[in-house]
């Protein structure tokens, strides 16, 4: 079993910055791959960026120069530092786990329950 678990959301202003945090525990040998993405209201879900165990990460081009994904040592935590957040960033971001090559072809195995940001003024 693997569990999946986001924290971090919040209200936050234009401009401001927020820091999510996603912890994978539970029988994880299998994962090599953890990403962000996030489902705004009446919108589709949407990735947002991704890091693998080895340290290779990519970001959607909505967000580049403002969000960066990183990790823990572990591998097992991963962060999203969001700066400069629009109104458009207002969203449910869910944390997904799972092997690459697998992602890329089924999608992610795993998934936590997500956490609510909400960017207004």
């Keep these: ?53 080895r340290g290779s990460s990519n970001v959607v081009n909505s967000v580049k120069g403002r969000f960066a994904i990183s990790k823990n040592n572990a591998g097992n935590t991963v962060y999203l530092q969001m700066n400069n957040l629009k109104t458009e960033d207002t969203a449910v971001y869910y944390c997904a786990a799972g092997d690459s090559m697998k992602a890329m072809l089924f999608g992610y195995e795993y998934w936590g329950q997500g956490t609510r940001v909400t960017v207004s003024s």
């Design 1 to 53: 079993q693997v569990q999946v678990v986001e924290s971090g959301g919040g209200s936050v202003q234009p401009g401001g910055s927020l820091r999510l945090t996603c912890v994978v525990s539970g029988s994880i040998g299998s994962i090599n791959d953890i990403s962000w993405h996030r489902q705004a209201a009446g919108k589709q879900r949407e990735f947002v960026a991704a890091i693998t165990s």
